[in-house]
């Protein structure tokens, strides 16, 4: 089976775990049906940036902890190389950081959480 490109763009002060996030959406993807050429995208930033996203696609003057950015507003969107592009993930590291600590779990796995979260609501699986 192909595996799932996974772009991660980080701000360069903050350090996550790469191989463990592509790890993880590719064995999500796979446990969802998503077979085949697939892409998703993940980012990591600070909270003036998902301030910034959060006001702009959401109409909310406040940070949140993820944003996700579906490609498939209706129909999957093909690229180039003829994969599937899902979309966007968002993740505010401070907001991890804080959360972490509040929850005492390792930053790793709140990065897991939220990257979960967010590849959920590409693939339309919302939470209520």
Known sequence: MEEVQVSIFVE????VNRKRIRSLVNNLLKK???AGKAEVSIAIVGDRK????SR????????????SF???EGEPAKNSSD??????VVISY?????EAAAEE???DEKIEQLVEHGIMHLLGINHE
Do not use: C, H, W
């Not at 702009?56 to 944003?67: A, F, I, M, Q, S």
């Open 12 to 15: 360069s002060r903050y350090k």
């Open 32 to 34: 969802k049906g998503v």
């Open 50 to 53: 998902m301030r910034e996203l």
């Open 56 to 67: 702009k696609y959401k109409g909310e003057d406040k940070t949140r902890n993820v944003l």
């Open 70 to 72: 579906s490609q498939a």
């Open 83 to 88: 994969a599937l592009f899902l979309g966007d």
């Open 94 to 98: 401070p907001q991890v950081i804080r």
């Open 105 to 107: 779990v390792l930053v």
